[in-house]
């Protein structure tokens, strides 16, 4: 098994070095092509882009430096941040400076190592978030075993089998997506390398690679959404037996925070890669937004604003700092 993995991993690099010497550059759209509205767009985002930065590394600092943070749910929350901090960094800074540029292009290489990259944080996150869920659902269900069942090792293996898990399914997506061939179609409907805008450039037929695409990405989002449902589930059951009205309240906010961002982030790329490749470029740009730029920004918000172990810790070190 591990040797089949190798030969593919070499067959895939000699492919993409291969495509790099042929010196294939892309054109890159952008959300849309009307000059006017392209500096509002570049200070939107950029805006946008800081606003993510700041509140990424602030959290990943924090929960770096307060001891009393250094616990599983933290532990995954930190990967969130430094994942969304990728993330968005994957595409950002390309996007705006296409947006003030005249040349809107990105080299062969360019564009796959941005997919990878994108497909990689991705994928990472969205196990990061089933793991967060399994996590609460240990806190709630089980919290006389919450220290053994979460333990550092647990932790350190669950966070260690969701970048395996990227490491494998992007490199699998990234070589369907190098058997492509483009002829002399270059310009990208999109603001980034995605996958179905790639497909839609390609001069031979696509109906495999995109069957292999939905069935990577349906597993990438059916598999921890069922995971976190029945996590869910089990927990909504369980909180409907504490007889405490502040127990309710408590175990509810406790995740609160994590079912909306799970909302947002599934629910986004459900819709943008669970679909055939002719549904409309633009309802697909409006949604990549959503994921792309929207979501990193909002984690570090939704789960430090509704979260009194973050205030505790920032007012802490404010005061820390002080003196």
Do not use: W
């Amino acid at each position: 098994m591990l040797c089949k993995t190798l030969f593919f991993l070499y067959v895939t690099l000699f492919s993409y070095a291969l495509r790099f010497l042929q010196g294939r550059m892309f054109i890159l759209v952008g959300l849309t092509d009307q000059s006017v509205l392209q500096l509002p767009l570049f200070f939107l985002f950029l805006v946008m882009y800081m606003v993510t930065v700041m509140g990424n590394l602030s959290l990943i600092i924090l929960i770096g430096l307060s001891s009393h943070l250094h616990t599983a749910m933290y532990f995954f929350l930190f990967n969130l941040s430094f994942i969304d901090l990728c993330y968005s960094s994957v595409f950002t800074p390309k996007m705006l400076i296409n947006i003030i540029s005249e040349k809107k292009i990105i080299s062969y290489m360019g564009c796959m190592t941005q997919l990878y990259f994108f497909c990689f944080f991705g994928i990472s996150e969205s196990y990061v978030l089933t793991s967060m869920a399994y996590d609460r659902y240990v806190a709630i269900c089980n919290p006389l075993l919450y220290n053994i069942a979460m333990s550092p090792k647990v932790c350190s293996s669950l966070m260690f089998g969701s970048y395996l898990m990227a490491f494998f399914e992007a490199t699998t997506l990234i070589g369907c997506m190098l058997r492509l061939t483009f002829c002399d179609a270059n310009t990208i409907n999109h603001y980034l390398c995605d996958i179905y805008p790639l497909l839609q450039l390609s001069c031979t037929g696509t109906h495999i690679i995109e069957l292999e695409v939905i069935i990577v990405s349906g597993i990438n989002v059916t598999v921890p959404s069922l995971t976190i449902f029945i996590s869910y589930g089990l927990i909504l059951s369980n909180i409907l037996h504490i007889k405490s009205t502040e127990g309710r309240s408590k175990a509810f906010s406790t995740c609160s925070s994590h079912i909306i961002a799970v909302s947002l982030f599934f629910g986004s790329s459900a819709f943008v890669y669970l679909k055939p490749s002719s549904v409309s470029a633009d309802d697909g740009k409006i949604s990549s937004v959503f994921y792309t730029n929207v979501i990193p920004m909002m984690n570090p918000l939704i789960y430090s604003l509704r979260n009194k172990d973050v205030k505790l810790a920032l007012r802490k070190t404010l005061c820390v700092a002080e003196f």
